[in-house]
């Protein structure tokens, strides 16, 4: 009996879930990991169930954040159902042959399932591949498991889960990443010195003079290379021409990663601080320095963990959306800790790490010379807590700054 796809369903009176339709979303990413982008052609984006079995398919509002997709297996004993993300070009999960995954999501399920992976390798198309340890029925709960090393050859993957005909399962927060320690994100400078990006090269994308960075794009500011370090260039608050000769405008330096897609990372790099300053349009503040951008979603949503302040004080802060701060408003997370004054013109190590929480909150670190010295959980502070992917990057303000081996690594 083929598997029948319910994509409107009444609102049901459960203990366990609520069910209900949601509209598509348009211009997200594949495979629909959290299953916020609701139906598109009369099924839910990028999953499907399959099997012999019949099936109820839609979603609830009872999973561990936001939407999750529900299966209520029907039936016949006996049979097989299997809930995976769809095997198509705009759905399947690009993998590199060698690499080691971790495969992690929350589920409910009245019986026992089994993870299950499929993999893709041109000219044999899809294959099954992984059959994980059976998961015992029982209540939502986070779990996770490290794949074999992708095969030779496989390209795609598509991951799920496999249950009996009878079962009725909660499916949310599907993630494959590489285990804990794994490198992300490691750019490095030339020794020839020279403008890398700058923000004339945002502002003007199509403008043919602009120096396009394939690592790092610049809302404010010049970014250069010296001797292999990144570096600020001369302080100014003069507007950057495509080369920045005239000017840099470093004097407000954001500087962030062109991937969004960092979601649980470490993120560390060493510092060099040559001088605070000012300009006639950035006056001395207490708090100029440099942060390390964290979980940076817009200029107007982000954490920042501040690591080397004039003042001396290091903690971090949020940004919500809607205030008198270029369109946001600031939120101490952490305490402030006192008298961290970095010396002038000597190499410090930095770093910041960012992890969502099972509640639904997200804890960040700060540490520097190999010391956490500031630590918070946001469950709210100004608005919901920042949680999944967004860009890293580096602010400064009114500090002449240079820095190298700026890595990113995952927390698994």
Known sequence: MRVKKRVAVPMLASVLTTLITIPA?????????????????????CWSVGGTGDARFTVTGRGHSGWAAYVEGHGPDGERLKLTSDQTPECAIAVTAGKTYSLSFWS??????EPVVYA???????????????????????????????RDGVTLVSVGLAFGATTTVVLDDVALSPPAGESLFA??????DGLVTNEFAYWSPTNPTRRDSTDWEMTSGSLFSRSGNGYTGRIDSIQADSTSVNGTNSAIFRLTTRDHSFTDVAVRMNLD????????????RDWDGVHLFLRYKSQYELYYASVARRDGKVLIKKKCRGGSANGG??????AEVRDQRVAPDQWTRVGASIRDNADGSV???????GRTLATATDRGIGCAPLRGAGALGIRGDNTEFEFNTFRVTSLG
Request: charged share 20%.
């Open 273 to 284: 601080v040559h001088r605070f300053t000012s300009t006639s349009r950035t006056p001395r």
């Open 187 to 192: 750019p490095s400078f030339s020794r020839l």
């Open 329 to 334: 408003s600031y939120y101490p997370v952490s």
């Open 363 to 369: 804890t960040i670190t700060l540490d520097r010379g």
């Open 25 to 45: 979303v348009a211009d997200t990413t594949p495979p629909n990991q959290s299953f916020e982008q609701g139906w598109e052609n009369a099924k839910l984006k």
């Open 120 to 150: 893709f390798t041109p000219g044999r198309g899809w294959r099954h591949w992984y059959w994980g340890a059976k998961i015992p029925g029982g209540p939502l709960a986070r779990h996770s498991m490290t794949l074999p090393p992708i």
């Open 108 to 113: 409910w399920a009245s019986d026992n399932t």
